[in-house]
């Protein structure tokens, strides 16, 4: 399930070329899966039933910014991070920032809805995306969206948003920028439990603040990021907040204040906030490269995406370590705690004997317990490969059907990013012909 | 696992489908009836759908209702606690179903975004009497379709909304209404020497903006822009309001040249959101709506009609993707039982 065989890789330059490849597939009864910078955690991308594999990372233009009006048409090849750069003279950026910005495509972005630390006041993908120009499955190119605030019938760019290559391949999107706020001030506060931390983070929701980002790390993350970036993260906390407020003045002296005094009455150790940009940036680093910091502690993690409600995270979290110390697994938190978005990171050593085994009976059951606090299969990665067989846990048969249908829609023949998302007999005539299953000699 | 309350409310839903032939169309408190196209039937099974809040969270930041529930009760109980959702409708005794079905997000968009970024979760009946859950319970999602948002603006065609679960947010601390005199050129510079007003509305010769925050910053904010000497008020002012009314969408860049397109049409009144693109319409005559309709089109946009304006078309515009559209309703709906016609096709 891991690795994937395509039959053959293309890259195409723009629109155009991704049609053509499209109607290429089609006519030898092959499918296509589009792919980006292959961040994408689970599986979206990966080529299954020896595809086509459309690769959009030559498609990176910048094709318009209007400052004026705070909108940008990108290529899907087009890096998140590099928009934002592009844009960060104009005093403007595009708002959601996944932790593998520097890697992630917006095309990647689209098509998983994607999120990051700055989400949880800003909005995820689709509240950016304005437009997108599609190339659909039979090869026709479909304009879902625009630039008026409304187009009339359904909100077809809604649903492609987070369809996760199933829909067709998105060759242009127009987008939202977002002006940067005058004001921002990022505070870093530890605690000695994390249960401190958690109440924390409600008691700042319950207060009536928003903050423009609000990420929590447990004892061994944080200590790993600090072994690897040196932020100044204390090594000995149970678990640090990172949260940042921003906008006016006024306000954002308000809000610092009130996270203090919300933090203190939960016992945190240290407020400490940035005092310039680079101190700041610094910060960000360090809660950005978690997942590469675990490189230095084992070779392999499996890094989960899960959202519960907010208030339930402490009793979550609780059932994610027990899970783990039973599996005698090493257990690392990292999360968008503003959004109940849990990232439980499983570290090991994947040489060992039989510990895949655990490492999946440990998702799993991890999986499972945010489904019955009231949660969701993923809050950001997408459903892909990796949670398609357990969107049961989530949806009823008759859910997943309507979902089948749905797709259909789109891709009556099941030929865009095959076998993703959907378990197997949520789409009509599921049975699509592999070619690995035609018989040796038979022509197709 | 689906509740005694939702099946409850379908169930009036799923006798109609079962019970008669007639095409479903689900009313509430009829605030939005007219939007769009009539439905193309002379017999019509109307149903309601219960009202009831199903559960709230303010610190979960969510709220489950039945679709039946009016807008009104959602403001008052979140207002307890100090928050609020983005459904702002003409009026407070729309349900909440209604008003997402018509989808016609209110004059906080600029600062507070859309209605589709607002529903997080949906319980509907679709066409085949099946109750389907779309979305999930919880503000941050992404497993799956996002039939909510497909939802939104459905104008009832894919199947009755029977409950729904909201995104709530905490009400600013401080909301003024600022109202002074500005051409156009004064209007849109004031619109940018703001730091995300919440709303920006200009009639040709007024400008009313909305500033949500802290007190000091909205005073700072007010100076800064040229606000000092304004008229501050706490409620909105009235939209215009006549028997044949419409909702233009262009893109914002245009919005000041639609004002003064419309501004020269006889029996048209009017009122812009700068920053959006969404300018409210309601005219003396059918005949000046499809003249207003007239101007949309020609500043790349279009008017959907919301009352009034017998013999105009609900959109005038060509839907797109009409063959699609088509497949995503059947999808749904595959016998067309509800609402045929409300959107063409």
New interface residues.
């Given amino acids: 399930m891991r690795d994937g065989q395509a039959a053959a890789v293309c890259f195409p330059r723009d629109g155009d070329e991704v049609a053509a490849c499209v109607r290429a597939a089609r006519r030898h009864g092959v499918p296509f899966v589009a792919r980006g910078s292959g961040t994408g955690l689970a599986g979206g991308a990966t080529p299954v039933d020896e595809p086509l594999v459309i690769v959009t990372t030559r498609m990176n233009r910048l094709l318009d910014v209007?400052a004026?009006?705070r909108v940008a048409v990108v290529e899907p090849g087009v890096l998140n991070l590099d928009l934002s750069r592009a844009v960060a003279g104009l005093g403007l950026h595009y708002a959601p920032d996944p932790s593998s910005q520097q890697a992630c495509t917006i095309g990647g972005n689209v098509a998983?809805?994607a999120?990051g630390p700055h989400?949880l006041a800003s909005?995820?993908t689709?509240?950016h995306v304005l437009a997108v120009e599609v190339v659909?499955a039979d090869g026709t190119v479909?304009?879902?969206g625009?630039?008026?605030?409304?187009?009339?019938?359904?909100?077809?760019r809604?649903?492609f948003?987070?369809?996760e290559g199933t829909m067709g391949i998105a060759t242009r999107v127009t987008v939202r920028l977002t002006?940067n706020?005058?004001v921002v001030r990022t505070m870093l506060l530890d605690f000695m439990s994390i249960e401190d931390a958690a109440a924390t983070v409600?008691g700042i929701?319950?207060a009536?603040?928003?903050p423009a980002a609000l990420e929590m790390m447990d004892a061994e993350i944080t200590r790993a990021v600090e072994d690897f970036v040196g932020a100044g993260f204390p090594r000995d906390a149970a678990a640090v907040l990172l949260v940042e407020v921003d906008?006016?003045?006024?306000?954002v002296a308000?809000e610092v204040d009130m996270v203090d005094r919300v933090g203190r009455a939960h016992g945190a150790r240290h407020v400490r906030i940035a005092r310039d940009d680079a101190e700041r940036e610094l910060l960000w680093k360090g809660r950005k490269s978690a997942f590469g910091a675990i490189a230095r502690i084992a070779p392999d993690y499996y890094l989960h995406d899960a959202?519960?409600?907010?208030?339930k995270l402490v009793d979550v979290l609780r059932t994610v370590y027990s899970v783990a110390a039973e599996q005698q697994l090493t257990m690392m938190n990292v999360f968008?705690a503003g959004?109940?978005?849990l990232h439980p990171l499983i570290v090991f050593d994947g040489r060992e004997p039989g510990v895949w085994e655990r490492v999946h009976d440990a998702g799993s059951r991890i999986l499972g317990a945010c489904i019955d606090a009231?949660?969701?299969?993923?809050?950001?990665?997408?459903?892909g490969l990796e949670?398609r067989d357990l969107?049961s846990l989530?949806?009823?048969a008759?859910?997943l059907e309507?979902?089948g249908?749905?797709?259909?829609?789109?891709d009556?023949d099941g030929v865009a990013n095959p076998r993703k998302?959907?378990p197997a007999g949520a789409r009509c005539g599921e049975v699509v012909a592999s070619r690995a299953s035609v018989p040796d000699g038979a022509w197709i | 696992m689906t509740t005694t309350a939702v099946i409850d409310a379908a169930t009036p839903v799923v006798r109609a489908l079962c019970d008669t032939i007639d095409p479903i169309v689900i009313s509430g408190a009829d605030t939005h009836g007219d939007v769009g196209n009539p439905v193309a039937a002379a017999r019509i099974a109307t149903v309601s759908i219960a009202s009831g809040v199903v559960a709230y969270d303010p610190d979960d930041m969510t709220v489950t209702v039945l679709a039946g529930t009016t807008v009104g009760e959602v403001r008052a109980l979140l207002g307890e606690h100090g928050q609020e959702v983005t459904l702002d409708p003409r009026s407070d005794t729309a349900t909440v179903g209604g008003t997402i079905a018509a989808g016609l997000s209110g004059v906080r968009r600029l600062r507070h975004g859309p209605i589709r970024d607002t529903v997080l979760e949906v319980r509907i009946v679709d066409g085949r009497a099946t109750i389907i859950k779309g979305g999930g319970p919880v503000v941050k999602n992404v497993t799956g379709y996002d039939i909510p948002r497909l939802f939104v603006g459905s104008l009832g065609t894919l199947g009755a909304i029977v409950q729904v679960t909201l995104r709530c947010r905490p009400s600013a601390p401080v909301r003024a209404w600022y109202r002074v005199e500005r051409d156009a050129t004064g209007a849109a510079a004031l619109a940018e020497a703001l730091y995300r007003p919440s709303s920006v509305l200009w009639d040709g010769a007024g400008l009313h903006v909305l500033l949500e925050g802290h007190a000091e910053d909205l005073t700072a904010q007010a100076m800064a822009a040229g606000l000092g000497h304004a008229d501050v008020g706490e409620h909105a002012p009235e939209l215009p309001d006549a028997a044949h009314r419409g909702r233009i969408s262009v893109p914002a860049s245009r919005a000041v040249d639609v004002g003064h397109a419309l501004g020269a049409l006889d029996g048209v009144h009017w009122t812009a959101e700068l920053g959006v693109g969404t300018i409210h319409v309601a005219c003396d005559t059918a005949a000046a709506l499809g003249a207003a309709r007239a101007v949309a089109e020609r500043h790349d946009g279009w008017l959907l009609r919301e009352a009034g304006g017998d013999g105009i078309d609900g959109f005038g515009t060509a839907i797109p993707n009409r063959a699609l559209a088509a497949r995503v309703k059947a999808a749904f709906d595959p016998d067309g039982r509800f609402a045929p016609g409300r959107i063409p096709q």
């Fill in positions: 209007d004026a009006s998983t809805n999120g989400c909005g995820v689709s509240a659909l479909a304009q879902f625009g630039l008026a605030p409304d187009t009339p019938g359904y909100d077809l809604g649903v948003v987070g369809s002006p706020a005058p409600s929701i319950a009536g603040l928003i906008g006016l003045t006024g306000g308000a959202v519960v409600p907010r208030t968008h959004d109940g978005n009231g949660g969701v299969l993923s809050g950001e990665h997408g459903v949670k969107m989530q949806f009823s008759d859910d309507a979902q249908r749905l797709v259909d829609a789109f009556p998302v959907l």
